[in-house]
């Protein structure tokens, strides 16, 4: 299923998401599209829009804390024409990257239900059968890398999470894990940059070989 800019299939996302319309009005407050080229090798996966970031300014990761490091790193390694995503329409462009969330609309507190990140997966799927060979996917955190398996049918129990973790998806596709580079993580250093580095780095060179 592709994506949607009007789905409403999460009725409890749906209704929050007109809450937080009527309350900022000038927020995007809608189902938030994936940025970047389709065709794109890398795929970034995030959980969902943050509800000063990227459910504001409709783009993932842009104008909230989680984007800063995000951008910072993938600007360093070559993916990113500007350190910093400041709005949708800043002029930022990505090369051979995309970058996407496992749910598609904010919810309530950050914390989507299962039943969302269920029903939303049909949208990955979609997104995940258009990546070229040898392409690769960087999963921010837990529930990306579990969407991800989810996706393919592959049971959760063969490929445990780690932090900078290599996954073999299929003959084609790889997954490498990442912490969420959100402010929790930062600040408590479960992430440092230097850690988050480390994972681009790998995905640079892994994309190289590929």
């Known amino acids: ?19 937080v319309k009527i309350k900022f009005p000038d927020y995007h407050a809608r189902p938030v599209a994936p940025f970047g080229d389709a065709k794109a090798r890398l795929l970034v996966l995030g959980l969902a829009p943050g509800m000063h970031g990227a459910n ?51 919810p309530p507190q950050n914390k989507p239900l299962t039943s969302e990140i269920y029903t939303c997966n049909t949208f990955l799927q ?25 996706a393919f049918g592959l049971k959760l ?18 997954m490498i894990d990442s912490y969420h580079c959100s402010r929790y993580n930062t600040q408590t250093k479960r992430l440092t940059p230097e850690m988050f580095q480390q994972v681009f780095e790998r995905a640079r060179a892994l994309l190289a070989e590929r």
């Open 1 to 19: 299923m592709q994506f949607d800019p009007g789905c409403r299939l999460c009725p409890r996302l749906s209704r929050f998401l007109d809450e």
């Open 56 to 106: 504001a300014s409709g783009r993932p990761f842009t104008g909230d804390y989680a984007g800063i490091l995000l951008y910072q790193t993938l600007y360093q390694f070559g993916f990113s024409s500007k350190p910093e995503s400041v709005s949708g329409n800043d002029g930022l462009k990505l090369f051979d990257c995309r970058i996407s969330n496992a749910v598609k609309c904010l």
């Open 126 to 150: 979609s997104e995940l059968t258009q990546l070229p060979k040898g392409a690769l996917i960087i999963a921010l955190g837990g529930i990306a890398h579990k969407a991800v398996l989810k």
């Open 157 to 174: 129990s063969s490929y445990k999470f780690g932090h900078n973790r290599l996954h073999a998806l299929n003959a084609e596709l790889q």
